[in-house]
């Protein structure tokens, strides 16, 4: 039977691989800003050595595991709190904690609802649905991204949820230094700058990406 110290540990772990992961799809992904025709080249060549390679198929098994762990691990953690009646009160959770670190259900269900949207749209129709091909008869991912955010409703989703995805890293960064060990004020303080700006960039360029393509396009 897992402690809650060990799940939180878990959570921290599986929490920092889908921050990695994170940071490489958000650098792949810049690529959707440059000049239409070389961004369709470019990203669908990406498309196509990342869904073709077997380290990155074996890392993307991870990742599917990370996420699945990663929730079931918070509702079994939120779970046990409120039957051990660990709740602050309403008026002291206000002035010692922020609205995010309070709400972070609230934040995790709108991401959970984001992927569940954001793997049906793209993962599940470029793996096994009927994608166009491009010039050089690869599966033309591009035109998926393009002709999804030319739609204004799923543009504003995807920038909903960024903001929601912004403020659970921020919090969820700082919780996870603080579960590895990092106390001391000097680190904590570094951490939480470190993770804001970590947070704002990443959840600021992909939002920005949506935007970008239902103006130009």
């Known amino acids: 039977m897992l402690t809650t110290l060990s799940r939180k540990m878990i959570m921290a772990l599986t929490g920092a691989f889908l921050c990695l992961f994170l940071t490489i799809h958000f650098l792949g992904n810049l690529q959707l800003f440059m000049a239409p025709e070389n961004a369709r ?7 196509h050595f990342l869904s073709n390679n077997p380290l ?9 595991l990370s996420i699945i762990v ?10 046990k709190n409120k039957k051990a009646g660990t709740t602050y009160q ?4 206000k002035r010692a904690s922020k609205w995010y670190s309070r709400n ?12 569940v949207i954001h793997f049906k749209n ?15 008869g690869q599966k033309d991912l591009y035109e998926i991204v393009v002709t999804t955010f030319q739609e204004w ?11 929601a995805l912004c403020y659970h890293l921020i919090h969820g960064i700082y919780s996870a230094a603080r579960t590895f060990g990092l106390y001391h004020p000097k680190y904590v303080r570094w951490v939480k700058y470190i993770g804001i700006t970590f947070s704002v960039v990443v959840c ?10 239902f103006f130009t396009s």
């Open 104 to 115: 972070m259900g609230i934040l995790g269900t709108i991401i959970l609802i984001f992927l």
């Open 204 to 213: 600021t360029g992909f939002a920005l990406m949506p935007i970008y393509i």
């Open 41 to 47: 080249i470019q990203f669908n060549a990406y498309s």
């Open 70 to 79: 990663h929730l079931i691990d918070s509702i079994l953690i939120t779970i």
């Open 153 to 163: 409703w799923y543009v504003v989703i995807y920038v909903i949820s960024m903001i």
């Open 56 to 64: 990155i198929k074996l890392v993307s098994y991870v990742l599917y």
């Open 122 to 136: 793209f993962w599940y129709v470029y793996k096994f649905g009927h994608a166009p091909l491009d010039s050089n």
């Open 90 to 93: 309403q008026d002291r959770r």
